[in-house]
């Protein structure tokens, strides 16, 4: 089984690598031979605001698609089994970036597992709902719950927002322990 963990913040500066690259460590520990992860950067895709003009649930091929970058998005959606999505929350919502790059595609996306991971000065969790149904309107199976990574501190959220060094080892212990459970969960489901 392969799974792609999604960088869902593009903004910079940013702390969603950090934050991305602890999730997938504590995924990592599991040590699940017959499940591989892979880091997916929304911020590297640079995708422009949804350009296809057919609808993507109508879409059977990717050789339908009219823009070789939705090409190329379909074919790396297309390599994975599940996702596990790791979101800032801004405004009480997830960033457009993934909403965006979520609607570039149905079929690609439809059938498979996937989980949230939200974090910001609250946890996000206002943001991480509004992810699930998306996630479920493009058919994919989320589990139920979600994890929210609360900043710890008002210095902490002032670091996270200008891209500093987190230093996290130690920080949201109990909410790593949560995303490998929700983890083992949603690879269960494929079974």
């Known amino acids: 089984m392969k799974i792609g963990l999604i960088v869902c913040s593009q903004r910079k500066p ?31 895709w640079q995708l422009p605001l949804c ?11 990717a050789r339908e698609y009219v823009h070789e970058h939705t090409r190329r998005w379909s074919a790396e959606i297309s390599r994975f089994d599940g996702f596990v999505f790791v979101t800032p929350q801004y405004n009480w919502g997830y960033p457009a970036g993934v909403k965006n790059a979520i609607d570039y595609l149905f079929n690609e996306w439809k059938g498979k597992v996937g989980m949230v991971v939200s974090y910001g000065g609250h946890g996000g969790g206002k943001a991480a709902e509004q992810l699930v149904q998306v996630l479920r309107g493009v058919r994919m199976k989320p ?12 210095e902490f959220l002032a670091r996270a927002a200008a891209g500093e060094e987190l230093s996290l080892e130690g920080v949201w212990e109990g909410e ?8 083992i969960e949603m690879v269960n489901t494929t079974k």
Do not use: C, N, Y
């Not at 997938?24 to 929304?42: F, H, M, R, Y």
């Not at 350009?51 to 091929?61: A, H, L």
């Not at 589990?143 to 008002?154: A, H």
């Open 51 to 61: 350009d296809e003009p057919g609808i993507p649930s109508q879409i059977g091929s």
């Open 14 to 44: 940013r702390a969603g690598l950090q934050i991305s690259q602890l999730v997938l460590q504590s995924i990592q520990s599991l040590q699940t031979a017959d499940v591989s992860i892979e880091p997916i950067d929304l911020a590297e």
């Open 176 to 183: 790593m322990e949560e995303v490998k459970r929700l983890f």
């Open 143 to 154: 589990v139920e719950r979600t994890v929210g990574l609360t900043f710890p501190s008002r």
